[in-house]
């Protein structure tokens, strides 16, 4: 009915049953503690390999350590931002499986958003807390020259970065509406994304940098962007304005994941399993 | 706010959304039909259609207090599932206080409450009284309210001690209530329950159904509940449907299932001593075990006059009637239906009629 109205209602809605999850997770403060300390950890191991590698090389596919620091807190970031905000919702399909689902549906208030706020974990800080640190280490050691539009690009793209990972974890969740368990497939989008988005697109073959350029459009979370702020030319020689995308591309990708969703919703609602 | 009205008449009859009738749910020859996809080879898929609920009619009066039973399977929560705007019919009219539940769930939402039997809403870690300050902002209940729900809900299901406590500690019985509660802090129009006793002691039953028995009587809530036990029916609900394969096989009052059941109450009689079985006009002996003996007689009929016959010419010493098993009656009234014209007074043999049989998957 009342479109505006309604986005506002699921965001109060959103913060209304994510605030439930930090009390419930407040139950269990020791734990509490020691799961977002893992997560930070575990996180960091990633970087740890990195690390590891440039023991051995001086660059990886042309890049310098600092570089690909700048790019792995980038893609830290903007994937933390997205998992914090939303990463439960690979749940679904267990929702589904034991029809707890159901119980989402009867309530006044919009179900993505039921969904996106279900078991809210503060944990995943560590991941978000982890990027920035590594982003802080890769702006010390590099020099960048600091125009207007290179300074204007950063939040730009870890804010659009966010939203296209977001589209993904949605559009993830909603073929859950089909296939149950296909968590693992939405995890391989997710969380293998982020780990491709942590090395240079050098070091990729031409046809995986154009299939996360053009079909899932990853490529705009950091590697476009992030090249145009390091003054290096931009992968598969695309023009520099491509690399200030990044919004309209996560408003396209939050658009089609929103059918996707309200697609995955309604089949869901005429078979009931 | 307070405007000391019951919440049923304040809401809806104000906006003149009722159907005609005072109906305030409505079926028009509903059904649902789902295509359940087997895998027949490799990568061959064969495609069923399942009707689980098959042009279902009927209506509900405002105050109602109807049950709704069948087998397993039988389509009862497919039914509640489209009531509630949770699935979308495959055909048909439904409307619930005059929404249609499919198209404006969130609408619908507000003037509904739903508690199912086995998933409870609440939060697991916190206390209870945290679910209830949830539902409170979640459905935007006017602060005044809420404290009157709530207080009310509190004081008829004994839940006083029980808000501070999590809910991860609370007994079964407990969580029930606390279900219960939830489902009803937005003076909803209609309160639909699956299974509201399964699994629950014969105390908390107890406390439960008084508390809808009130519920009903008070804030005349419109209540429809689902179960497999047939003593909440008995002691709650005025009006009963049957619904098998899909089908709405009966409805009507519960004295007239027993009648459509032909069902028969059991008298138990103690004699003094052995004797061969009790013949007696207007029942049969269906078990001797010693000086005890059953005896099968129509339901309809008073006990009074076949006792004094047996007294008079049998050593009795002491006597009960057993009412009959409604799932005995249900299981007899479905194998009827199924079967055509069953002859009059050719009773099939079913054992007695009695708290230990229990029909097969029901």
């Keep these: 009915m009342a479109e505006p109205g309604r986005f506002a209602e699921g965001v109060r809605a959103y913060r209304l049953i994510a605030g439930m999850w930090i009390r419930s997770t407040m139950a269990y403060r020791a734990s509490f503690v020691m799961t977002t300390f893992g997560n930070f950890a575990a996180t960091a191991l990633d970087f740890v390999a990195i690390l590891l590698m440039f023991s051995r090389v001086d660059a990886l596919g042309g890049w310098s350590l600092p570089e690909v620091a700048f790019l792995y807190g980038l893609s830290g970031m903007a994937f933390g931002l997205a998992d914090l905000a939303i990463g439960s919702m690979d749940r679904l399909g267990s929702r589904v499986r034991d029809g707890t689902l159901d119980t989402l549906l009867v309530r006044p208030v919009p179900v993505l958003a039921q969904v996106a706020a279900d078991r809210f974990g503060l944990r995943r800080l560590g991941r978000v807390v982890q990027g920035a640190l590594v982003l802080g280490y890769a702006l010390a050691s590099l020099d960048i020259d600091w125009t207007p539009a290179r300074v204007l690009l950063m939040p730009w793209m870890v804010v659009s970065g966010c939203g296209i990972f977001c589209a993904v974890f949605v559009a993830g969740a909603a073929f859950q509406f089909v296939a149950q368990d296909a968590s693992e497939v939405q995890n391989a989008f997710t969380y293998g994304g982020t780990t491709l988005l942590q090395y240079p697109p050098t070091v990729f073959a031409q046809d995986l940098v154009r299939g996360v350029t053009f079909v899932l459009p990853l490529a705009f979370v950091n590697w476009l962007p992030a090249s145009y702020v390091l003054g290096r030319p931009l992968p598969l020689e695309l023009p520099g304005w491509v690399a200030f995308a990044g919004p309209a591309v996560a408003v396209a990708c939050c658009a089609l994941a929103g059918a996707a969703w309200r697609t995955g919703l309604r089949a869901y609602r005429s078979t009931g399993s | ?362």
């Design chain 2, 1 to 362: 706010m307070d405007d000391g009205m019951s919440g049923t008449d304040g809401v809806g009859g104000a906006l003149g959304e009722v159907g005609e009738g005072g109906a305030l749910i409505e079926l028009d020859r509903v059904e649902k039909v789902f295509s359940v996809r087997r895998r027949t080879g490799f990568l061959r898929r064969e495609s069923r259609q399942v009707r689980a609920v098959d042009s279902i009619s009927f209506t509900v009066a405002r105050g109602e207090m109807v049950g709704y039973i069948g087998p397993n399977g039988a389509g009862k929560s497919t039914t509640i599932k489209m009531l509630t705007g949770i699935l979308t019919p495959s055909g048909g009219r439904l409307r619930v206080a005059g929404i249609d539940p499919s198209r404006e769930r969130a609408r619908l939402a507000r003037r509904i409450g739903v508690v199912f039997g086995q998933r409870t809403t609440l939060w697991w870690d916190l206390p209870l009284i945290d679910s209830y300050r949830l539902i409170h902002r979640m459905y935007r209940i006017p602060d005044g309210r809420y404290r009157e729900n709530l207080d009310r809900c509190v004081e008829l299901l004994e839940l006083g001690e029980l808000l501070d406590v999590p809910v991860r500690q609370l007994s079964l019985g407990q969580r029930m209530r606390g279900d219960i509660a939830a489902a009803l802090l937005h003076d909803p129009e209609v309160l639909y329950l699956d299974e509201p006793t399964i699994g629950l002691d014969v105390i908390s039953k107890a406390r439960v159904r008084e508390f809808l028995r009130e519920l009903n009587a008070e804030r005349g809530t419109t209540v429809l509940l689902t179960t497999h036990d047939l003593q909440d029916i008995e002691q709650l609900c005025s009006r009963v449907m049957v619904i098998d394969h899909g089908r709405l096989v009966y409805d009507g009052a519960l004295a007239g299932l027993h009648e459509v059941g032909e069902s028969e109450r059991t008298l138990v009689v103690d004699l003094e001593r052995e004797v061969p079985p009790v013949e007696v006009v207007g029942a049969r002996v269906v078990k001797v075990e010693g000086p005890r003996q059953w005896l099968a007689f129509p339901a309809a009929e008073s006990a009074a006059p076949l006792v004094a016959r047996i007294a008079a010419s049998y050593p009795l010493v002491d006597l009960s009637v057993r009412e009959p098993d409604i799932e005995a009656v249900i299981a007899k009234m479905l194998w009827s239906t199924e079967t055509p014209e069953p002859a009059v007074g050719e009773e099939p043999e079913t054992g007695i009629p009695g708290p230990s049989s229990e029909r097969a998957g029901a």
